[in-house]
């Protein structure tokens, strides 16, 4: 045997045994992106200077079709601690306007479908039930991320390099109705506050 595929045989043994065994490959990705999707969107989410905004809603403009249209005027209700699910026949005046650009809407709703698919609450998200194998997953992706990100400076270059080569921008889409993503919202608010 060359020492060449002992070298090989070795590695793939050090992967093999540092990756937990899932029952299947969507509660792995569903666990590594929850963890993946929820360290991007709260690093980008409070990015306020210019130009590290623009370019952000730049990348995501160049990288998506429609993503333009994604810039969401949400209605906050302080008291109800919800957003308004419709704006028709509503008194805004009373209600906190709130922005939510492409990025923002398009990240926070791949997150949203990970955490709720099935139609329960998930695990990593929200703490519920979790197996170790799933907090490991959880935490490798929020590892993984902060290996990747350089900082404020080096937005594009982690969104160009990093971030569209990560498994969990497959799940980033546009099709995004405004009610639907704000009655997911609502529901990741309800668990936060609860």
Known sequence: MTCLKKLLILLSFIVLKNI????SEDTYLRDYCSGYLEE????????????????IIQFFEKAFPNAEDLNFDLYYSPQERQFLESL?????????????????????????QVMLEGGKDYCPAFWDDCSEQSLQTFFLAAEDFS??????????????NDFSQNQCFALLQTEIDQQSF???????IEKLVE
């Open 20 to 23: 937990p065994l899932y029952a």
């Open 88 to 112: 028709e026949g509503v008194d805004l005046s009373s209600y906190t306007k709130v922005n939510y650009p492409n990025f923002e809407v398009i990240l926070l709703d791949a997150y949203l």
């Open 40 to 55: 991007v969107y709260w690093t980008l989410d409070p990015l306020e200077e210019e130009p590290a905004r623009g370019e």
């Open 182 to 188: 704000t009655q997911k919202l609502n529901l990741l």
């Open 147 to 160: 290996q990747s990100w350089q900082g404020e400076e080096d937005v594009l270059t982690f969104l160009q």
